[in-house]
């Protein structure tokens, strides 16, 4: 270990965002009910958001691979920067459900 503060902040914002990954998936299965409305399918602001949340998984796994790639080339703030990138989407999702 190179760095023990930022291996365990790493470590378990990692694991707290796999935990998301299990309300990420109900999400997931509701967001096709965006398309309800018959013109959904035609209207851009839904399907970018659509896409955006399928869009989650992607960016988690990838942020676990570049952050940990970082970490080990002794790039500590680059790689805690990266590791919190699925934060956005855990924010936009916690702010949907408290102010809307």
Do not use: C, H
């Not at 365990?8 to 796999?18: A, E, K, N, R, V």
């Not at 399918?41 to 691979?65: K, T």
């Not at 970082?70 to 924010?91: D, E, F, G």
């Amino acid at each position: 270990m190179r760095n023990k503060k930022v291996f365990f902040s790493m470590l378990i914002s990692q694991i707290l965002f796999g935990f998301f990954t299990l309300i990420w998936f109900f999400v997931s299965l509701m967001s096709f009910m965006i398309f309800d409305n018959p013109n959904g399918e035609n209207m851009f602001w839904p399907l970018l958001l659509f896409i955006l949340n399928w869009l989650y998984p992607v960016a988690l796994i990838a942020s676990i691979i570049i952050s940990w790639v970082l970490y080990r080339r002794n790039k500590m703030k680059a790689a805690v920067t990266i590791s919190l990138v699925p934060l956005l989407w855990v924010l936009a999702l916690a702010s949907l459900f408290l102010f809307a």
